[in-house]
């Protein structure tokens, strides 16, 4: 099969108009182009194609420009909160793992053995399966202290502590990815301790959440779109459903949003983060739709509650 032949920012331009889009400005739209990439920009006009491959009509580059930018705006938001949310997370692992099992508990499989489990007997050789998940947590572990090794304090615990590493100081070198498997292999009374004394959500709710915010943190450093595109599917809060049913939808940024509310332990960041992204939204007013992040009319209410 034949390859896609390159083209010039110029014919990249003269492509979208062909396809009728309504470019304002050439230059200016070049400029973009040859910035952020013809691919990633055209991803942003998927839903305003017809089924012959052009554009409907009215559609302008400067709206789906404003719309990228929106976008971007959006996803560096977003990530400010998720980074608190991830050095609770830290701090929740550390704190619970250190008191649990010991400063380098996290290194013995059997400390992840929960009894409970074990005595239910739903899965073969449970104990075996809870140290395969271990070693490889572990492989992510020793691979995050040897790509870290230049740091002073893994210097300082290399030399002066012959590599013991207390859980407290590995988990400022570990992703979130690592954190989020670690929080999962963690005992049922381990992550009740986590409930009961440090976060407010539920254990069934965290386990969800740590890995779908995880994936939400991956998508926004890889300059993912946020802005009419489906995410995984993450739990939704009883207190936010009618009944049993979803009063929004679990695929779109605004049910990852709730899911933050939760976990965001001040007050006062949460209230700087929802006037930020009031005001992000009615800059953008005119050519973003709620709908695309699945934002309800009342969102701002439902975020100050």
């Known amino acids: 099969m034949a390859t896609k032949t390159a083209t010039t920012f110029e014919e990249q331009i003269n492509i979208l108009k062909v396809r009728g889009l309504i470019v304002e400005d050439f230059d200016d739209a070049k400029l973009f182009i040859q910035n952020i990439n013809y691919y ?21 580059f400067n709206d789906i420009k404003n719309i990228y930018l929106f976008d971007q705006e959006l996803r560096h938001l977003v990530v400010s909160v998720l980074e608190i949310v991830e ?34 007997g739903f899965l073969k050789d449970y104990e075996k399966e809870i140290k395969l998940k271990h070693d490889k947590i572990l492989d992510d ?34 992703s979130f990815g690592t954190i989020s498997r670690i929080y999962k292999l963690l005992t049922t009374d381990q992550q009740m301790f986590i409930y009961k004394k440090l976060c407010p959500a539920s254990r069934k709710l965290l386990k969800s959440w740590v890995g779908s915010l ?26 936010y459903k009618n009944g049993k049913v ?28 929802v006037s930020s992204l009031h005001t992000l939204l009615d800059k953008h ?20 509650k």
Not at 214 to 239: D, F, P, V
Not at 248 to 272: N, P
């Open 141 to 174: 572990i020793y691979t995050s202290i040897d790509d870290n090794k230049n740091k002073l304090f893994i210097r300082h615990h290399n030399k002066k502590y012959n590599g013991d590493i207390p859980i407290w100081v590995l988990v400022e070198v570990l």
């Open 87 to 120: 050095l609770s997370f830290r701090t929740y692992i550390a704190y619970t793992i250190a008191h649990s099992c010991g400063p380098l508990g996290y290194l013995k499989s059997e400390n992840f053995i929960d009894k409970k489990e074990k005595e239910k």
């Open 214 to 239: 995880n994936k939400l943190r991956n998508e926004c450093a890889h300059y993912g779109r946020l802005y009419g595109t489906n995410l995984s599917s993450i739990k939704i809060a009883n207190k």
């Open 246 to 273: 979803n009063i929004y939808d679990d695929t779109k940024l605004f049910a990852y949003i709730l899911a933050i509310k939760d976990l965001i332990y001040s007050k006062d960041i949460w209230r700087s983060f």
């Open 285 to 304: 007013n005119r050519t973003i739709n709620l709908y695309e992040i699945g934002f309800p009319e009342d969102w701002f209410e439902v975020l100050t």
């Open 40 to 60: 990633r920009f055209t991803a942003y006009l998927i839903k305003y194609k017809e089924k012959d491959g052009s554009y409907k009509q009215g559609v302008k």
